[in-house]
T-cell receptor, first 118, second 113 residues
Framework: SQQGEEDPQALSIQEGENATMNCSYK?????LQWYRQNSGRGLVHLIL?????REKHSGRLRVTLDTSKKSSSLLITASRAADTASYFC??????????????????FGQGTILTVHP | DADVTQTPRNRITKTGKRIMLECSQT?????MYWYRQDPGLGLRLIYYSFDVKDINKGEISDGYSVSRQAQAKFSLSLESAIPNQTALYFCATSNWRGGNEQFFGPGTRLTVL
């Protein structure tokens, strides 16, 4: 089963508005990552937040992480039509049997389809 | 030039045929991964490899096999293709020194008739 569950499944907004996507997961993580996919193309890494971080920024992106609730959110501010894409969260699970390192593989959520209307 | 390349980009084949999808990378990463993507299901891990001598099954490895011919090359085979293997297949790489941030190829769209 998927480690990450995303909400909403689809989001439609107007250009200039903010877009917020949420991700919940089930087990302890080393880090959580967000990826973007334009239709039918390969995923592109957006941002990584480590388990000991609570918030991270990159340009118009803001990611938060609440490990107590096992959830993360991705905020895109001042959205543009070019932000139209699918967004996926991915968790790098913690391997507690290996000194707190990761398993070295990601588990992806089903994604949120974002449509930004001009 | 793209850092992660996949060939072919599109393939239509028939049930029972053997198919090989190839992935090459110039990023110098040690880790390589194969995923499949189906509508509404996100990406699911098929196989992954941490170095040339290391191959691991992912969550959906049945019906697939892989070969890590070199650090830069990782191929995925469908020994006897079936229609429910119709999907978009992605190769990805990562470097253990990072946070397992992954770099994806452009994908191969496979249709099994």
């Amino acid at each position: 089963s998927q480690q990450g569950e995303e909400d909403p499944q689809a989001l439609s907004i107007q250009e200039g508005e903010n877009a917020t996507m949420n991700c919940s997961y089930k087990t302890s993580i080393n880090n959580l990552q967000w990826y973007r996919q334009n239709s039918g193309r390969g995923l592109v890494h957006l941002i990584l937040i480590r388990s000991n971080e609570r918030e991270k920024h990159s340009g118009r992106l803001r990611v938060t992480l609440d490990t107590s609730k096992k959830s993360s959110s991705l905020l895109i501010t001042a959205s543009r039509a070019a932000d139209t894409a699918s967004y996926f969260c991915a968790t790098d699970r913690l391997n507690s049997n290996a000194g707190g390192t990761s398993y070295g593989k990601l588990t992806f959520g089903q994604g949120t389809i974002l449509t930004v209307h001009p | 030039d793209a850092d992660v390349t996949q060939t072919p980009r599109n393939r239509i084949t028939k049930t029972g045929k053997r198919i090989m999808l190839e992935c090459s990378q110039t990023k110098g990463h040690d880790r390589m991964y194969w995923y499949r993507q189906d509508p509404g299901l996100g990406l699911r891990l098929i196989y992954y490899s941490f170095d040339v001598k290391d191959i691991n099954k992912g969550e959906i490895s049945d019906g697939y096999s892989v070969s890590r011919q070199a650090q830069a090359k990782f191929s995925l085979s469908l020994e006897s293709a079936i229609p429910n293997q119709t999907a978009l297949y992605f190769c990805a790489t990562s470097n253990w020194r990072g946070g397992n941030e992954q770099f994806f190829g452009p994908g191969t769209r496979l249709t099994v008739l």
